[in-house]
């Protein structure tokens, strides 16, 4: 007798991509995790807010998040583009636009959230990493719901396994299959959002400039890693030198950044002047 509440290989349910019709408007479930994502990370980054001795105005997040939005979607598709299709869309440019489609990548996403609040500073005189920090704080909510609505789209599934909960993608093969979606969203939304919360709230990690976005990128970049190994490879792209994926390699040079900037924080030791620079 088995002890595991599981009795699986499950059956994917046959998810319709559109999550709401209203006549002409058709709202698709990778739309609405993405609108989700962005106004739980502006909620949150606001209320973490308050966890600094000085808070500043909120009103600026408004400000930033404009230009924040802009770079995840352009980095995110370009990323896309770049890293995993590029032979793909220089032969069909015009797909570069079609992001209904899906194809976003997160490395990609990231960096172009750094440089839309890094323009956004810069011209406003702030140091980036007063914001950068809040939202990598937030962050983790928007993977959690995009996480969802990759196995909504039965999308980025797992490699073969045995395992009680395994799922079948039937519109890929007749295999029992890790869900791979569901572990990135445990491990890159819930389990990352604890620990940056117990970094910023107990270890009081907002005091030094740069410390939670350092951690934040190797947190994600060692989840990221791990749920790879049980994530099907793109099938045009393999297993890199036979050995990893692309999403590994770039999580790789993730985590090295991301040492490199939480070493910097803590070995600058300058405790964050809190508010300086912000209410202007």
């Not at 930033?64 to 990323?79: I, K, P, Q």
């Not at 890094?118 to 920090?133: A, E, H, S």
């Not at 740069?210 to 792209?237: I, K, Q």
């Amino acid at each position: 007798m088995s002890f595991f509440p599981f009795s699986g290989p499950y059956m994917f349910p046959n998810i319709d991509p559109v999550a709401l019709s209203l006549g002409p408007v058709t709202i698709r479930w990778y739309a609405l995790s993405y609108l989700l994502g962005f106004v739980a990370t502006l909620s949150l980054a606001c209320f973490f807010n308050a966890w600094r001795e000085k808070p500043f105005k909120n009103e600026k997040f408004f400000e930033v998040f404009s230009w924040g939005v802009w770079g995840v979607l352009l980095g995110g598709r370009l990323g896309y583009v770049l890293f995993y299709k590029p032979l793909y869309f220089i032969a069909n440019p015009l797909d570069i636009l079609a992001l209904w489609k899906g194809g976003m990548s997160f490395h990609g996403g990231a960096m172009g959230l750094f440089v839309g609040v890094w323009l956004y500073c810069r011209r406003r005189g702030i140091k980036v990493w007063y914001f950068t920090d809040l939202i990598c704080l937030a962050a983790p909510c928007a993977l959690f719901f995009g996480r969802l609505a990759n196995f909504a789209n039965g999308e980025l599934w797992g490699r073969p396994t045995a395992v009680p909960w395994a799922v079948i993608f039937p519109h890929v093969d007749a295999l029992p299959r890790h869900p791979s979606q569901l572990y990135e969203a445990l491990l890159e939304g819930i389990v990352l959002f604890l620990l940056l919360v117990l970094a910023a709230r107990v270890f009081r990690l907002l005091r030094f400039a740069g410390g939670v976005t350092g951690l934040s990128m190797m947190g994600y970049a060692t989840m990221r890693f791990t749920v790879e190994f049980f994530r099907e490879p793109d099938a045009h792209l393999g297993l890199l030198f036979g050995l990893v994926s692309q999403g590994q390699l770039l999580s790789l040079l993730f985590l090295l950044c991301g040492v490199v900037l939480f070493a910097y924080a803590l070995k600058a030791g300058s405790k964050v002047r809190e508010g300086e620079g912000l209410r202007s």
